[in-house]
């Protein structure tokens, strides 16, 4: 692939940050962006780096009007040596394709989709942040373009990534976030788009996450379609339990999206000595599970935020503490992770891909 770059003076590049920790998370962005376009007759063409800014798109564009739009999230981050490293970047790349393929959407190589991260991560190498809990925040997207009305795939789309530097992802940092339990509002169901990381599937979740904040927890947590009974994620990640000496997690049904971070915890937890599994988890479980303190510990994984401990979860106007601080194996994850994540702690899986 040939990727023309449109490069601009040093004396027009934006000014770095101060404290990378300090950054909100998305809010601000580097000098570049990737983009390629795509036609159903010519298929993916016109790659280049350039400039970042707004996009020119119609009015009647599909993604507008019919939500087909996809979208990734991954990380990159320096090592002790200078070295640019994303953590399992072929998984992101897989995935995506996943969630194109049921978006109606056409998928993008894999290799394409490498060297497009790897060019744009060498250009704006200075934007990536060395303090562990920092990192480039990169979001590849896929939007549809045609302007057509009408609800079908659309013929044209629009491949972009985007690079923003950010601190932790919860304002709390490493420190336990609240959750508050749902019981009437659904995130997605067996059959729907749930498993695809598509905007539709965010957007529906912003008025149970008003009303969380509103009571003062950080995110929902989500309960199945069905039953609301069998828990199955939090707002932008997915969630572990700690009960009685396991660590489980609920098993990937089809409207969970399979995230990476917890694959890659599921992976891990044998060479930390942790027994792990996957199964059905009900909201009974846990609640009565804190009450008898056989759960012990709760955290939420993604790539955004790592491992984020839950120190309290509110159901049914009651608010169940778990520990004002990250237990054990929270912290044992997340440092074996961030240590893996930094080139820090040896890469036994082959996960950590240096950009050359």
Known sequence: MNITKHLLPAEALKPLYDDPLKLPFGRTFTDYMFTMEYHQKSGWHHPEIKPYGPLSIDPAANVLHYAQEVFEGMKAYLSASGDILMFRPRENAKRLNASLRRMCMPEIPEEEFMQALCELLKIERRWIPSAVGSSLYIRPTVVATEAALGVRPAESYLFFIILSPSGPYFAEGFNPVGLWVSDSYTRAAVGGTGEAKTGGNYAGTLLASKIAKEKGFSQVLWLDAVEHRYIEEVGAMNIFFVIDGRL?????????????????????????GIEAEERSITIDEVIDGIKSKKLTEAFGSGTAAVVSPVGRIGYKDEVYAISDKAGPWSQKIFDHLTGIQYGKLPDKYGWVYRVR
């Open 248 to 272: 489980a997690t609920p098993k990937l049904t089809g409207s969970i999206l399979q995230g990476i971070t917890r694959k890659s915890i599921l992976q891990i937890a044998g060479d930390l």
